[in-house]
């Protein structure tokens, strides 16, 4: 169940940096989304491809690395709500928090299984795209690998108090929020919003079997 389609499944290694895309340094004077971006994409795949462990697949070092350099900078209550859709405003708060907690395992999971097969990847950055607000942008990315075409990477970003963070990110025009939505909603219609909680623990489980 919530299978992304194939093209995703084999660019997940990529949607992983869209994410470790949003973080950002705290410094005094604010950071353009876009040079953001592509100083900390450049800084993860250099610590990937320096580091033997983390290319070899180290499930343990890889989600280390989610954890510090990527889940802290993004607008994760966001990110979830829009995957559940309307269902997230009839949830209650103890719904939501489990609902948050065993999608961001999912996401960790999945982006650390795959982030080793990003080493030696350079990034194009492409123009910025503004939104009508300066509150939101979506910053274009192209990874090029060192073997087939450039993959197209774009983040939604949001400029809140703590700085740029992102919520979504777009792979070669199929948004992953949007990937989500529709399997989690026949999840709800089937079986309600705690039969999507337990559709995403059982998920959680299978991925950890999987990796032992």
């Known amino acids: 169940m919530f299978k992304l389609p194939q093209i995703l499944r084999t660019l997940i290694a990529t949607a992983a940096l869209a994410f470790v895309g949003s973080a950002f340094a705290q410094t005094a004077a604010p950071t353009?989304?876009?040079a953001l971006v592509k100083s900390v994409m450049e800084d993860v795949l250099a610590t990937i491809s320096s580091d033997k462990a983390l290319q070899s697949g180290d499930i343990r070092k890889l989600s280390a690395l989610v954890e510090q350099k990527v889940m802290p900078h993004v607008n994760f209550q966001r990110t979830t709500a829009l995957a559940v859709g309307r269902a997230w405003r009839q949830a209650t708060p103890e719904q939501q928090a489990q609902l948050q907690e065993q999608f961001r395992g999912i996401l960790v999971k999945t982006y650390a299984n795959a982030m080793g097969q990003a080493a030696n990847a350079k990034i194009n950055m492409r123009p910025l795209r503004a939104a009508d607000s300066d509150t939101e942008v979506t910053v274009r990315t192209q990874v090029v690998p060192q073997r087939g075409d450039p993959i197209q990477l774009d983040y939604r970003m949001e400029k809140t108090p703590a700085g740029w963070k992102a919520y979504d990110v777009n792979i070669l025009?199929?948004?992953?929020v949007d990937s989500y939505r529709a399997s989690f909603q026949q999840e709800v219609d089937k079986s309600g919003i705690?039969?999507?909680i337990k559709s995403l623990v059982e998920r959680n489980r299978r991925l950890e079997n999987a990796k032992s």
């Open 173 to 176: 025009g199929l948004w992953l």
């Open 194 to 196: 705690d039969g999507l």
């Open 32 to 34: 353009a989304p876009d």
